[in-house]
Antibody, heavy 120, light 111 residues
Framework: QLQLQESGPGLVKPSETVSLTCTVS??????????WGWIRQSPGKGLEWLGS???????FYNPSLKSRVTISGDTSRNQFSLKLSSVTAADTAVYFC????????????WGHGTLVTVTS | QSVLTQPPSVSAAPGQKVTISCSGS????????VSWYQHLPGTAPKLLIY???KRPSGIPDRFSGSKSGTSATLGITGLQTGDEADYYC????????????FGTGTKVTVL
C-alpha cells in the first residue's frame, strides 16, 4: 500500500529557506503515470497547491509562488523534496505531500502533513 | 486567493442529505475534471470523488459528485457523525492561475 511521509524542521526563521522531504513507500516516484506534489494549509485557511514533480516531463509550480519554490526528486531514496525560499510568517502552514494521478487529475494519496512555523 | 468558491458551512441532522457547491470558471471547472476531498484536521486528506463523479475503491455510494458547466456539486446522503469534516473541491486551471486549484472549503456539521 502506498504511503507518503513528510519530514522537516518544525521551526524556520524569516528570510530563510525551508526544506521538506516526502518519503514514498509502496510505489516508485519514477512512474510516468503520476506526479508528486506539495500542498499546504495555513492556519484557518484552505488548501493551496505549491507545485508538482514529474519524472520525464515538466514540473508545474503555483504561479504566485514560482519564484520561491523548487521541487526535486531523489530516485535512490524514493523521495521528493520541497524548497521554499525567503519565508515569512505567511508561510506558516501544515505542508502535505501527495500523489497526483495524471489520468484523473486527482490526488489519491496524501501524507499526514508536517507543521512549519516561521518565527524569529 | 482560491479561484473556486464553496459555501463556508453546511449542516444537517444524522441520516439527512447535504450538498456542497463549487463554483469556478471556464478555465478551470468548465475545462477540466473536478475532484473532491474530505479532510479531518490532523489527518491526511482523503479523495472522495475524481473525474467529476467517480468514486475510488472503498468510498461508499453515499458520496456522489456531479458537474454542470462551471459548477460542481458534492452530495452526501445518510449523513453520519463521522462525516463531520472539511470538504474541498479541486481541479486544474488552464488560465492565468495555471495549475492545481482548490476550493475555499466547506465545513460539514452533523447536528
Amino acid at each position: 500500500q502506498l504511503q507518503l511521509q513528510e519530514s522537516g524542521p518544525g521551526l524556520v526563521k524569516p528570510s530563510e529557506t525551508v526544506s521538506l522531504t516526502c518519503t514514498v513507500s509502496g510505489g516508485s516516484i519514477t512512474s510516468s503515470s503520476y506526479y508528486w506534489g506539495w500542498i499546504r494549509q495555513s492556519p484557518g485557511k484552505g488548501l493551496e497547491w505549491l507545485g508538482s514533480l514529474s519524472y520525464g516531463g515538466t514540473n508545474f509550480y503555483n504561479p504566485s509562488l514560482k519564484s520561491r519554490v523548487t521541487i526535486s526528486g531523489d530516485t535512490s531514496r524514493n523521495q521528493f523534496s520541497l524548497k521554499l525560499s525567503s519565508v515569512t510568517a505567511a508561510d506558516t502552514a501544515v505542508y502535505f505531500c501527495a500523489r497526483l494521478i495524471l489520468q484523473h487529475l486527482a490526488h489519491d494519496h496524501w501524507g499526514h502533513g508536517t507543521l512549519v512555523t516561521v518565527t524569529s | 486567493q482560491s479561484v473556486l468558491t464553496q459555501p463556508p458551512s453546511v449542516s444537517a441532522a444524522p441520516g439527512q442529505k447535504v450538498t456542497i457547491s463549487c463554483s469556478g470558471s471556464s478555465s478551470n471547472i468548465g475545462d477540466n475534471y473536478v475532484s473532491w476531498y474530505q479532510h479531518l484536521p490532523g489527518t491526511a486528506p482523503k479523495l472522495l470523488i475524481y473525474e467529476d463523479d467517480k468514486r475510488p475503491s472503498g468510498i461508499p455510494d453515499r458520496f456522489s459528485g456531479s458537474k454542470s458547466g462551471t459548477s460542481a456539486t458534492l452530495g452526501i446522503t445518510g449523513l453520519q457523525t463521522g462525516d463531520e469534516a472539511d470538504y474541498y473541491c479541486g481541479t486544474w486551471d488552464s488560465g492565468l492561475s495555471a495549475g492545481q486549484v482548490f476550493g475555499t472549503g466547506t465545513k460539514v456539521t452533523v447536528l
